[in-house]
T-cell receptor, first 114, second 109 residues
Framework: NAGVTQTPKFRILKIGQSMTLQCTQD?????MYWYRQDPGMGLKLIYY???????DKGEVPNGYNVSRSTTEDFPLRLELAAPSQTSVYFC?????????????FGDGTRLSIL | GQQVMQIPQYQHVQEGEDFTTYCNSS?????IQWYKQRPGGHPVFLIQ?????EVKKQKRLTFQFGEAKKNSSLHITATQTTDVGTYFC?????????FGAGTTVTVRA
């Protein structure tokens, strides 16, 4: 049972480059989320989706974009990478609305912008 | 906006001892969740508390939700090396789930 799968696990980008962080889940969850985790700062919500075709901004959406064409996939796009985007990125999913149901997290993508 | 604060930020515990970590919200919460993240790992859901004054136990872990639903605590008895990691609380209100910064626990054998 795979759960939430994120790729890649590690990546180094140069300033100004773009990339897509992939996230897929096999639990048929409608709700999916992207968080970033900086040292000592907890988890900050970037974007979330309540179902295929529906996305919305979280606390820190600037510099990111998302799409949700299927229930399973929720990719996160970084355009024009900046050093401030160096972080660990976690994708998560839940059966119901966040806060009402447990969230299942992927293993994370560790991203460095140099 | 809603803020969730956890204290202490770091907890160094002698193996076998007990400790408590606290979570405080600036607003009344609908519910609160607790997660554990092992070093280098991802957050894993532990428990959800919904009712005022609710107490739930998982083996050596005791979770409590305050009467006013603005605070919560996690108490671990007889700490073991397997308890190492960062414990996050996440408070839910008004369609927003806010994570605290976490309490990072280290254990001295």
């Amino acid at each position: 049972n795979a759960g939430v799968t994120q790729t890649p696990k590690f990546r180094i980008l140069k300033i100004g480059q773009s990339m897509t962080l992939q996230c897929t889940q096999d639990m048929n969850h409608n709700y999916m989320y992207w968080y970033r985790q900086d040292p000592g700062m907890g988890l900050k919500l970037i974007y979330y989706s309540v179902g295929a075709g529906i996305t919305d901004k979280g606390e820190v959406p600037n510099g990111y974009n998302v799409s949700r064409s299927t229930t399973e996939d929720f990719p996160l796009r970084l355009e024009l990478a900046a050093p401030s985007q160096t972080s660990v990125y976690f994708c998560a999913s839940s059966l119901g609305p966040h806060g009402g149901q447990p969230q299942h997290f992927g293993d994370g993508t560790r991203l460095s912008i140099l | 906006g809603q803020q969730v604060m956890q204290i202490p930020q770091y907890q160094h515990v002698q193996e076998g001892e007990d400790f408590t970590t606290y979570c405080n919200s600036s607003t009344t919460l609908s519910n609160i969740q607790w997660y554990k993240q092992r070093p280098g790992g991802h957050p894993v859901f532990l428990i959800q508390l919904v009712k005022s004054g609710e107490v739930k136990k998982q083996k050596r872990l005791t979770f409590q939700f305050g009467e006013a639903k603005k605070n919560s605590s996690l108490h671990i008895t007889a700490t073991q090396t397997t308890d190492v990691g960062t414990y996050f609380c996440a408070g839910y209100n008004d369609y927003k789930l806010s994570f605290g910064a976490g309490t990072t626990v280290t254990v001295r054998a």
